[in-house]
T-cell receptor
Framework: DAGVIQSPRHEVTEMGQEVTLRCKPI?????LFWYRQTMMRGLELLIY????????DSGMPEDRFSAKMPNASFSTLKIQPSEPRDSAVYFC????????????FGSGTRLTVV | GQQVMQIPQYQHVQEGEDFTTYCNSS?????IQWYKQRPGGHPVFLIQ?????EVKKQKRLTFQFGEAKKNSSLHITATQTTDVGTYFC???????????FGPGTRLSVLP
């Protein structure tokens, strides 16, 4: 298995632009998580899905952030419009179950908004 | 909501020295997980502990779950430069819906 695949690995964009991050979870994993990591705030859960349905999006910072999972093999996290404070590493993770299995993280997308 | 705390925040050791990081929760945890993140990398699942007082070993790493299931520790014997990274513990949130990650302990190993 190729693991959790994220793209792009790096993204540099100008303030105000739309940014779309992509994730392909491990086949058969029913749960998909989007995390943001910064030095100041550590690993923050933004949203997670179970069987393609969003379960908890309370971690999404504001309306500029949206996430979708149109099918079991693909998810997107979109920021529109982007701001410099959105600069962070965004990780996607997947898991067989939510509370009794380890999470498999992707390699992350390093986002820089200038 | 559920929070797990970790100490220390940073640890610098000489290669060959031992290292321990501690994870604490204000509430009882049904289970706890540990992850390692290398510099520039992503968190990698190491282990899950479930039973009160449980001790598990992975080569030079020893993981322990407290009797009250409110704390856990990770001990590394004779550190090597390959142990460099940030070690996170994670415990289920109040609803058991997902894992909440601690702030991590960043380990530096001086050769």
């Amino acid at each position: 298995d190729a693991g959790v695949i994220q793209s792009p690995r790096h993204e540099v964009t100008e303030m105000g632009q739309e940014v779309t991050l992509r994730c392909k979870p491990i086949s058969g994993h029913d749960y998909l998580f989007w995390y943001r990591q910064t030095m100041m705030r550590g690993l923050e859960l933004l949203i997670y899905f179970n069987n393609n349905v969003p379960i908890d999006d309370s971690g999404m910072p504001e309306d500029r952030f949206s996430a979708k999972m149109p099918n079991a093999s693909f998810s997107t996290l979109k920021i529109q419009p982007s701001e410099p404070r959105d600069s962070a590493v965004y990780f996607c993770a997947s898991s067989l179950a939510v509370a009794n299995y380890g999470y498999t993280f992707g390699s992350g997308t390093r986002l820089t908004v200038v | 909501g559920q929070q797990v705390m970790q100490i220390p925040q940073y640890q610098h050791v000489q290669e060959g020295e031992d290292f321990t990081t501690y994870c604490n929760s204000s509430t009882t945890l049904s289970n706890i997980q540990w992850y390692k993140q290398r510099p520039g990398g992503h968190p990698v699942f190491l282990i899950q502990l479930v039973k009160s007082g449980e001790v598990k070993k992975q080569k030079r790493l020893t993981f322990q779950f407290g009797e009250a299931k409110k704390n856990s520790s990770l001990h590394i014997t004779a550190t090597q430069t390959t142990d460099v990274g940030t070690y996170f513990c994670a415990g289920p949130d109040n609803y058991g819906q997902n894992f909440v990650f601690g702030p991590g302990t960043r380990l530096s190993v001086l050769p």
